[in-house]
């Protein structure tokens, strides 16, 4: 069965430092994709990143890149020049089958000035 | 991208009554489907809202409790039914969205308290 593992329950940065969320995966299927989410307090959950698995290079958005090692399977989530607002959960998902997802246990993230 | 709204944004229910929410999309798309997030916790799917066909649901979720409308591409409704206090959640509707890159985008959220 596919499952995704995020290990850290929170996380601290400091403003303008970059900060890493880990993330790994299990799945026996070759084609999969990768997703990160931002949830603020609102509960919104706001789409952030996609890595494909025959992606070859990894993805970027902006401030947000996704760390793609297959062979390991881990998807982690960099967030460059954190921002006060950057302070949120985060969840990585894996896309099963037919585009539904499944999540993990999530990352709160606090960034201090 | 796409822009999926939900209504009522939040509601306060009595244990026993039943509550329908709406998730409205600004493009036509084949699946939707429709998540919980119970207090603290992750996000579960609930079940795939197809138009034309019955919803598909995961283990653990029955159509008596969570019935769900799928009339066109565009709209889909999930109702909670029978409400009890272990209801309370936040209830997400989602669709993906396939172009250049894979994205699935979600809608506000409905945040559900049961009394």
């Known amino acids: 069965a596919q499952k995704i593992t995020q290990t850290q329950p929170g996380m601290f940065v400091q403003e303008k430092e970059a900060v890493t969320l880990d993330c790994t995966y299990d799945?026996?299927?070759?084609?999969?994709?990768l997703f990160w989410y931002k949830q603020p307090s609102s509960g919104e959950m706001i789409f952030l990143i996609y890595?494909?698995?025959?992606?070859?290079q990894n993805a970027t958005e902006g401030r947000y890149s996704l760390n793609f090692q297959k062979a390991r399977k881990s998807a982690n989530l960099v967030i460059s020049a954190s921002q006060l607002g950057d302070s949120a959960m985060y969840f990585c998902?894996?896309?099963?089958?037919?585009?539904?997802?499944?999540f993990g246990t999530g990352t709160r993230l606090q960034v201090f000035p | 991208s796409a822009v999926i709204s939900q209504k009522p944004s939040r509601d306060i229910c009595q244990r026993g009554t039943s509550l329908t929410i709406q998730c409205q999309v600004d493009s036509q798309v084949t699946m939707m489907f429709w998540y919980r997030q119970q207090p603290g916790q992750s996000l579960t799917l609930i079940a795939t809202?197809?138009?034309?066909?019955?919803?598909?649901?995961e283990s653990g979720f029955v159509i008596d409790k969570f019935p769900i409308s799928r009339p066109n591409l565009t709209f889909s409704t999930l109702t909670v039914s029978n409400m009890s206090p272990e209801d309370s959640s936040i209830y997400l509707c989602?669709?993906?969205?396939?172009?250049?890159?894979?994205?699935?985008?979600f809608g506000p959220g409905t945040r559900l308290t049961v009394l």
């Open positions: 890595q494909g698995s025959y992606d070859q």
């Open positions: 998902a894996m896309r099963e089958g037919i585009d539904k997802l499944i």
């Open positions: 989602s669709v993906p969205i396939r172009g250049l890159s894979d994205e699935q985008f």
């Open positions: 809202a197809n138009q034309g066909s019955e919803a598909t649901y």
């Open positions: 799945t026996s299927d070759p084609s999969y994709g």
